[in-house]
């Protein structure tokens, strides 16, 4: 038996996704505005100030918390903006913020001390020393880690710290530090820290060439997929390039993070909170990843055991990987 | 005529060999017009050994040509024993810290140190946090555009103001080893092959476009960042310092080049001239500073 339960945080893009995972078995749901201030400022998703309202009365209605993801880094001269959705948040009744940048930080922590901050994992906190700057000087109550660590050094660091962690357990997995890759923006001057995009799809072209399907982000070609083969989407750390050693998938595969097998070692570990990447996802997928994740979750609760993995076969059709989690991934 | 903008030289970022590096700091000390010298590791800790013992040495002929010196971190110290070798790096070194990670930011407080182009400060109202804290220079992230760049430096209030101006842009760190992924090796045992790419290992796209570089879990741009052109704009910008990052072709040319801009003793396209009669294997970019595809060369 565990002696204490996990929350389960997951995503929404839209209010119908909310729904859905609330619906599902959602502890807690992240959402952004729809605007630069969030991490997934993709057409067609996110939420405007009066859905936000309506939503956060949803999930409180069924006792699941909204945490309010403003988790790019302001513009110089237009910080305003980023300071409004701060504000409106707060006056929304979010049950707390994830912000990644020092100066609204700052703000929130100042002008709204009744908040409960989270530290999003664009501000790439992984050491027990960088996760006390936070918590020393605003208050931060959790920090969202960085996915360079493996289950030991999370571990390590929930001894050295006083504030919860929580860690990504499925969707997609950056490859890079979050918050700290402008890759994206070299190639199409679009890019996570400023835009809240990468690899956007504005940018991406397809091209039939023979056999292969070749899809190219701002020109430059990321990967040449022959026809037998499922086509990802043209993530640039996740394409097939070439050096003078080897060519291939020189960063990483097109896996996204299966983190399910290591739940027991995360919980060891002292985590507070499991987060579920995927704003961009549909209702379908996040309804069944939310569902097997929360019967995974209560099943480990009570000492049983699930097969989170069948579960999850219908979820996610690409192949997976325990990232960094699992020291050998360096 | 004193000048009114510093050149710094920022940390090798590569895996040098050690008579490459000492020889390459005693150039710079006794030839290179340039104000700060940025030394020390901030890729992986695992290079550290080698010029550890360099270190004085290179600091010692440095200081005596009249060059600040300062100690860059490590951009992503995450093994307990590279925590420990930054704490005791940074509580050793009576000199200014550049900070490359927040890890160590809360041990610089209340000393005056730098604020290195690792560290997230997009804007003006967390370069003012960090100043309250001690910062007394920041070099900007790679990928600002100019508005960010006038904006930040006008509300700088005694910080000095850097900007990335010369060489391969740093853009992604990860906790995986590309090096020893591409050589076919783990990142513990990785033999130093980086050590064999002394400005990187180039990546191509499959259809042959020079794309990136390879540098242990750095990823780099393939293109040499170079704001030579845009010095004039840059400085009525209000900035006060060019940063230019080591690579193996000639840094003393280079950095005598910058200075002459800076100066106004040479136009800035004819000098941009001279770096592509020098370097015709190199590609130039200024594509983050306009506002587009960090790529691009726009404006030259």
Not at chain 1, 40 to 45: E, H, I, S, T
Not at chain 1, 147 to 150: G, P, S, Y
Not at chain 2, 31 to 34: K, L, M, T, Y
Not at chain 2, 142 to 145: D, F, R, S
């Given at each position: 038996m565990m002696g204490k339960t996990i929350e389960l945080v997951c995503p929404a893009g839209t209010p119908a996704a909310l729904r859905v995972a609330v619906d599902a078995g959602a502890d807690a749901v992240y959402c952004g505005f729809?605007?630069?201030?969030?991490?997934?400022?993709?057409?067609?998703?996110n939420f405007s100030r009066d859905e936000l309202r309506e939503a956060i009365g949803y999930a409180h209605g069924r006792g699941c918390k909204v945490l309010v993801a403003i988790n790019t880094f302001p513009r110089a001269g237009s910080v305003g903006i980023w300071r409004a959705a701060v504000d409106d948040a707060v006056r929304s009744a979010a049950d707390a913020l994830i912000l990644c940048d020092v100066g609204l930080l700052d703000y929130a922590a100042t002008r709204h001390p009744e908040t409960r901050l989270h530290l999003s994992v664009q501000a790439a906190a992984a050491t027990p020393e960088a996760i006390r700057f936070y918590t020393e000087a605003f208050?931060?109550?959790?920090v969202v880690l960085p996915?360079?660590?493996?289950v030991a050094e999370i571990a390590g660091i929930n001894s050295a710290i006083d504030c919860e962690t929580e860690v990504f357990v499925f969707g997609g997995l950056c490859v890079m530090a979050e918050g700290r890759c402008s890759l994206s923006s070299y190639a199409t001057g679009k890019s996570p820290n400023m835009n809240g995009v990468c690899s956007p799809p504005s940018h991406v072209t397809y091209h039939e060439e023979g056999e292969e399907l070749v899809p190219r982000l701002g020109g430059f070609t990321i990967n040449r997929i022959p026809r037998a083969e499922p086509a990802a989407y043209p993530t640039l750390c996740k394409g097939r390039f070439a050096t003078a050693k080897c060519s291939g998938y020189i960063f990483e595969e097109p896996a996204s993070l299966n983190a399910g097998a290591l739940l027991p070692g995360l919980a060891k570990a002292g985590v507070t909170a499991l987060k579920i990447e995927g704003r961009q996802r549909g209702r379908a997928y996040i309804s069944a990843v939310v569902k097997a994740f929360r019967q995974a979750l209560d099943a480990m609760a009570e000492g049983r055991s699930v097969d989170l993995d069948r579960l999850l076969a219908l979820a996610e059709g690409q192949t997976s990987t325990q990232g960094a989690y699992a020291k050998t991934w360096r | 005529m004193r000048p009114q903008v510093g050149i710094t030289l920022g940390p090798v970022l590569f895996n040098w060999q050690p008579d490459a590096w000492r020889d390459f700091y005693a150039r710079i000390a006794d030839?290179?017009?340039?104000d700060t010298v940025c030394l020390g590791e901030v890729v992986c800790s695992k290079r550290m050994p080698f010029f550890a013992e360099l270190m004085g040495e290179a600091i010692e002929r440095l200081e005596r040509a009249g060059k600040s010196v300062v100690l860059s971190t490590l951009a992503m110290p995450t093994l307990s024993r590279e925590r420990r070798l930054m704490k005791d790096l940074v509580a050793g070194f009576d000199r200014v810290i550049e900070a490359n990670?927040?890890?160590?930011l809360a041990q610089l407080a209340g000393r005056p140190h730098m604020i290195g182009p690792f560290i997230n400060a997009y804007n003006e109202t967390t370069l003012a946090y960090m100043a309250r804290r001690g910062a007394t220079s920041i070099c900007l992230p790679?990928?600002?555009?100019l508005g960010s760049i006038q904006t930040i430096a006008a509300a700088a209030e005694g910080v000095a103001v850097e900007v990335f101006a010369w060489g391969r842009s740093p853009l992604a760190i990860s906790a995986r080893c590309y090096h020893a992924r591409v050589h076919g090796l783990t990142k513990d045992a990785c033999q130093f092959v980086c050590g064999e790419d002394p400005d990187g290992l180039d990546v191509d796209t499959l259809d042959g476009q020079a794309f990136l570089t390879i540098n242990g879990v750095q990823t780099l741009a393939r293109s040499y960042t170079c704001l030579i052109g845009d010095v004039p704009q840059l400085l009525e910008a209000g900035i006060t310092g060019l940063r230019l990052s080591p690579h193996t072709c000639d840094m003393v040319a280079v950095s005598r080049l910058y200075r002459d801009v800076a100066d106004g003793r040479c136009e800035p396209q004819a000098a941009m001239e001279k770096l592509r009669l020098a370097l015709p294997e190199v590609t130039f970019s200024n594509g983050f500073l306009h506002g587009v595809a960090g790529v691009a060369l726009t404006g030259s």
């Open positions: 729809r605007d630069e201030t969030n991490a997934r400022n993709f057409p067609g998703l208050g931060v109550k959790r996915r360079v660590l493996t | 030839e290179a017009p340039v990670d927040m890890s160590i790679p990928e600002l555009p």
